[in-house]
């Protein structure tokens, strides 16, 4: 009985030992170096497209529409008459107050040269100047009476869709049609108040829309407002998207990026990256020992690119992280490099085919 425990107590020992040693045979892996690279950082929104200059044309007066001097869709300038209203009255009103005017001049001019020549006295030009002064005030606010049943382009652009006929009685307010100047368009932008720090005008602006056909449209950012919105958290931002083809419509939904400069980070290949909760990991490699083992360092990342994350703090240029098979790592353990990746999104088999080419490498030369 004794001679048996003592067998039992042996053969665990011995059972012991060899998976002490299978579990301290080097594990494999593969690496890869990190580096600082380019890396641009992009916030994605939604924004809606509003024309550079935008006014609904309406009158200023009730009257009766006599000439319209534009089509739908039309691209006018600046100072093109786009609508006239009856003017008979106003007109005979010009001409009135124009003669008045002309007559106070003569007599205010007759009245200085006889004041020159001590014939006539101090008090009466100055009430001959009274005079021409009322005349010419007369003549001006008669010509705003008059500029008032016209209807002119304030700007450069193009017109809507007419809302009016000829012989329609409109009143002040009455819509007529729109002006919109899209040789520039201005892209408003919602954006989370969180991404505050890191906007600023001259950030580049990247935007597409259903409506074109998905066609991607390159701006800057121009301005931000100066409130956040306490109940949506977000603020808004605007952009000036270029407009030459005249593509872009007012009232569009766009699709934005917003584009940081480029900026040298360290990236992180997303298969080295462990998640534990809240907590990030990765395994470094410690090259300096036989065979090689690995620390298992908590991180602190940022922003993603496909295939890559950036590590703010806990790596070091240079330094070599694994990539695959850190499911079967701990800190300490050691472990066998069998290749290494020269890029992020290296696929394993391009790896193991690395791996097969350097054993058939070594192989023909221990042969010759």
Do not use: C, W
Not at 45 to 52: E, F, I, M, Q, V
Not at 145 to 161: C, Q, T, Y
Not at 270 to 281: D, H, M, T, W
Not at 330 to 348: F, H, T
């Amino acid at each position: 009985m004794y001679y048996k425990a003592v067998s039992n107590i042996v053969t665990l020992s011995l059972l012991f030992l060899l998976s002490t040693h299978a579990n301290s045979a080097p594990i494999p892996v593969f690496t890869k170096p990190v580096h600082l690279e380019p890396f641009v950082e992009k916030i994605e929104a939604l924004g809606t497209l509003r024309a550079n200059e935008a006014v609904t044309l309406s009158s200023t007066v009730t009257e009766t529409i006599t000439a319209i001097h534009f089509n739908d869709n039309q691209r006018v300038k600046a100072g093109n008459v786009l609508v006239e209203m009856t003017n008979a009255e106003e007109h005979a009103q010009l001409e009135e107050a124009r003669s008045t005017l002309e007559e106070a001049k003569r007599q205010y001019e007759r009245v200085q040269s006889l004041v020159r020549s001590n014939l006539a006295s101090k008090s009466l030009l100055d009430q001959r100047r009274v005079t021409y002064e009322t005349a010419q005030a007369k003549f001006h606010a008669t010509q705003s009476r008059l500029a008032d049943r016209l209807i002119i382009a304030p700007f450069n652009g193009v017109v809507g869709l007419r809302n009016i006929s000829v012989g329609s009685l409109v009143t002040p307010g009455d819509p007529i049609t729109t002006l919109d100047d899209d040789s520039v368009m201005k892209l408003d932008i919602t954006v989370p108040a969180v991404f505050l720090g890191t906007l600023k005008p001259g950030l580049e602006v990247k935007a597409k829309s259903r409506e074109v056909n998905n066609n991607f449209f390159q701006g800057k950012i121009i301005s931000i407002d100066s409130r956040i919105n306490p109940i949506t958290r977000s603020i808004i931002v605007r952009a000036v998207l270029p407009n030459k083809q005249q593509r872009l419509k007012p009232g569009m939904l766009m699709m934005v990026e917003l584009r940081k400069p480029a900026q040298k980070s360290l990236m992180l290949p997303e298969e080295a990256l462990v998640q534990e909760g809240f907590n990030k990991y990765a395994f470094v490699v410690n090259t300096t020992k036989k065979p090689p083992t690995v620390e298992k360092r908590k991180l602190i990342t940022g922003s993603r690119r496909p295939g890559a994350i950036v590590v703010q703090r806990g790596l070091r240029p240079g330094e070599i992280v694994v990539t695959h098979g850190v499911m079967r790592l701990n800190n300490g353990s050691s472990v066998k490099i069998l290749a290494q990746q020269a890029k992020d999104n290296q696929p394993i088999t391009d790896l193991l085919q690395q791996q097969s080419t350097n054993q058939q490498s070594v192989s023909s030369d221990k042969q010759e």
